[in-house]
């Protein structure tokens, strides 16, 4: 499978805990971006990275989130101390330059 | 934010009739783009129109783009069982004609196809 991955497809934690979710993009694809959804919303901007340089984030992620990406290749998004309001789905994309992203099946988070 | 207000919220339809979703959205936009979400297959890109474009076609799909009233329309001709799903427009603000790839996503339209 070539499309982008997304690892755990399901998280369930204690609020407070911290998590950590992976993202493998497409292998050619410079560009990763990070998006949360909730339910009956559509998916919500937070981040992304061309290459390993991070070039933009949304106010939506607070200091108790921060993605990676290093060697430009896989990335990684830690939540910190997380709270009820954070269960979402988390999903990821990539593309190369001026083309459509594709999305990953996302990371389910529940903080209970 | 969401920049873009689907209509209707949800569609409900008989299979072989035509389904129309419409989309409209704020700012100014390098290129719209319609996406399908389903569960057993994530958010899936159908198709994607430029701002110097007015329509767009792609097997079943025709969209349109009116930017002086910044709105589009998502038309799924023939409907199938198989095109049940949530439909959701996003808008690329990028400027300069540089698409950022930042997308801004829509609330999006819930479509069921009868068989």
């Known amino acids: 499978d070539t499309g982008v991955s997304q690892n755990p497809r399901h998280k369930i934690t204690k609020r407070g805990q911290n998590v950590t979710f992976r993202c493998d993009p497409i292998s050619e694809h410079n560009r990763l971006y990070w998006y949360r959804q909730t339910l009956g919303q559509g998916p919500e901007f937070l981040t992304y990275?061309?290459?390993?340089?991070?070039?933009?984030k949304s106010r939506l992620l607070s200091d108790r989130f921060s993605a990676e990406r290093p060697k430009g290749s896989f990335s990684t998004l830690e939540i910190q101390r997380t709270e009820q309001g954070d269960s979402a789905m988390y999903l990821c994309a990539s593309s190369l330059l001026r083309t459509p992203a594709f999305f990953g099946q996302g990371t389910r988070l529940t903080v209970v | 934010s969401q920049q873009g207000e689907e209509d209707p919220q949800a569609l409900s339809i008989q299979e072989g009739e035509n389904a129309t979703m419409n989309c409209s959205y704020k700012t100014s936009i390098n290129n719209l783009q319609w996406y399908r979400q389903n569960s057993g297959r994530g958010l899936v890109h159908l198709i994607l129109?430029?701002?110097?474009?007015r329509e767009k076609h792609s097997g079943r799909l025709r969209v349109t783009l009116d930017t002086s009233k910044k709105s589009s329309s998502l038309l799924i001709t023939a409907s199938r069982a198989a095109d049940t799903a949530s439909y959701f427009c996003?808008?690329?603000?990028?400027?300069?004609?540089?698409?950022?790839?930042?997308?801004?996503f829509g609330q999006g339209t819930i479509l069921t196809v009868h068989p």
């Open positions: 996003a808008t690329d603000a990028g400027a300069g004609g540089t698409s950022y790839g930042k997308l801004t």
């Open positions: 990275f061309q290459n390993e340089a991070q070039l933009e």
């Open positions: 129109i430029r701002s110097n474009e």
